[in-house]
């Protein structure tokens, strides 16, 4: 059974419209929680991070962390064309040096 | 600044010959990594390097060999390609708050 679940869709909404992405993770001794996003046929890179229960938003962009349930997700609001890729969770365990990545999931917004 | 670079972009390669991969960081990062990455499952760790001279197994050892030759550089090496070794190939790194990894823009190899 693979840690760190996606639901690897392809989900696909209207441009405009609120994305939502979630990721489920099996490790309780998880602390760090990210989210990648990566375009056709490009690299990984980067959009948030969060290590604590609740909400942190960075533009567009709602990182949310419930360690209870093991449950972390990712809001796209006003979502536009641009956003159109797969998305990556990765979780980090305690002190450990590596992610543990999900199986991503692919997002199309409709124009 | 480059960030990660990797070479090759391409390779193909028979079943059975060697090759190695190269990745070299210049952002002075101490903590570097191999994946793999298959359609339909993310990300998988082959080896990483806790810093120059330390090499770890991660999830999918099993084929490959890595050398972290010194802080910049670490290579992954296919002593006998596989057709299962196909795949997009990516090498990233991270500095000492094991924040934010940094990927190479990936290679993709073909094992015929």
């Known amino acids: 059974q693979k840690e760190v679940e996606q639901n690897s869709g392809p989900l696909s909404v209207p441009e405009g419209a609120i994305a939502s992405l979630n990721c489920t993770y099996s490790?309780?001794?998880?602390?760090?929680f990210f989210w990648y996003r990566q375009y056709s046929g490009k690299s990984p890179e980067l959009i948030m991070s969060i290590y604590s229960n609740g909400d942190k938003e960075d533009g567009r962009f709602t990182a949310q962390l419930n360690k209870a349930s093991q449950y972390v997700s990712l809001l796209i609001r006003d979502s536009q064309p641009s956003d159109s890729a797969t998305y990556l969770c990765?979780?980090?365990?305690?002190?450990?040096?590596?992610?543990?990545f999900g199986s991503g999931t692919q997002l199309t917004v409709l124009p | 600044n480059a960030g990660v670079t990797q070479t090759p972009k391409f390779q193909v390669l028979k079943t059975g010959q060697s090759m190695t991969l190269q990745c070299a960081q210049d952002m002075n990062h101490n903590s570097m990594y191999w994946y793999r990455q298959d359609p339909g499952m993310g990300l998988r760790l082959i080896y990483y390097?806790?810093?120059?001279?330390?090499?770890d197994k991660g999830e999918v050892p099993n084929g490959y060999n890595v050398s972290r030759l010194n802080k910049r550089e670490f290579s992954l090496r296919l002593e006998s390609a596989a057709p299962s070794q196909t795949s997009v190939y990516f090498c990233?790194?991270?500095?000492?708050?094991?924040?934010?990894?940094?990927f190479g823009p990936g290679t993709r190899l073909t094992v015929t």
């Open positions: 490790d309780r001794g998880s602390q760090s």
């Open positions: 990233a790194s991270t500095g000492k708050s094991l924040d934010e990894q940094y």
């Open positions: 990765a979780v980090r365990s305690g002190s450990a040096r590596q992610l543990t």
């Open positions: 390097s806790a810093s120059e001279g330390t090499t």
